[in-house]
């Protein structure tokens, strides 16, 4: 080999790689976009769209589960590190599902006891609990292989912090179809459709994530 390709090959060798964030935005956003275009063409929007999101009660579904997903996305990406378990923070996740659990007993103080049972069922329970796993996959999977290019020492944590951020993320943008309201509605299936992803999500972390 000459003395230039030598040179070369080791500069090639040196240089630095992709940084995390930017691997992770290069998956997700597309799988975001899939996602919102899924809820576009496959359910539609809320005709009442404009007017939900300034209603406070109606908005919240998706300032609370984006706030989920960003807050888990950073948190995942902390845990990539092997000095991340050491310096991850918490209490912005549990500030998240504080704000949501008084949303929940809010509701069902205000609600009449007549009416809390069809509050909570709602009408598409069922599309509920089987579109946010589904439109969560890609954005569970994006994340999942930035991760995998970092050195995480706890991966079924960090499988299970990016599952929270898939699912909280699919979940705001299946919020923009959805015409349930009631917290007592979606914090409970919104809530137990993130956590089916992050258990699945764990597990997968657990296998893919590991040295």
């Known amino acids: 080999m000459k003395t230039d390709d030598l040179i070369r090959a080791l500069a090639a060798d040196t240089r630095p790689e992709r940084p995390l964030w930017g691997r992770l935005m290069l998956g997700l956003l597309p799988s975001l976009a899939v ?38 996305m950073r948190l995942a990406l902390l845990l990539a590190r092997p000095e991340g378990w050491g310096r991850a923070r918490f209490w912005p996740l549990a500030v998240v599902g504080g704000v949501a659990l008084g949303l929940l007993v809010w509701a069902f103080v205000t609600i009449p006891p007549e009416g809390r049972q069809m509050a909570v069922v709602g009408k598409t329970m069922t599309t509920c609990l089987v579109m946010i796993p589904l439109m969560a996959i890609l954005p569970v999977t994006s994340i999942l292989y930035a991760l995998r290019h970092g050195a995480t020492t706890v991966p079924a944590l960090a499988g299970a912090v990016a599952g929270l951020a898939g699912g909280g993320m699919a979940a705001a943008i299946y919020a923009l179809h959805c015409t349930e309201d009631s917290p007592l509605f979606y914090v409970t299936w919104y809530g137990l459709a993130i956590l089916g992803v992050t258990l699945v999500a764990s597990l997968a972390g657990a296998r893919l994530l590991r040295w």
């Open 35 to 72: 996602a919102v275009a899924v809820v576009w063409a496959g359910l539609g929007f809320r005709a009442d769209l404009a007017t939900a999101l300034v209603t406070p009660v109606s908005a919240a579904r998706i300032v609370l589960t984006g706030a989920l997903g960003i807050v888990a």
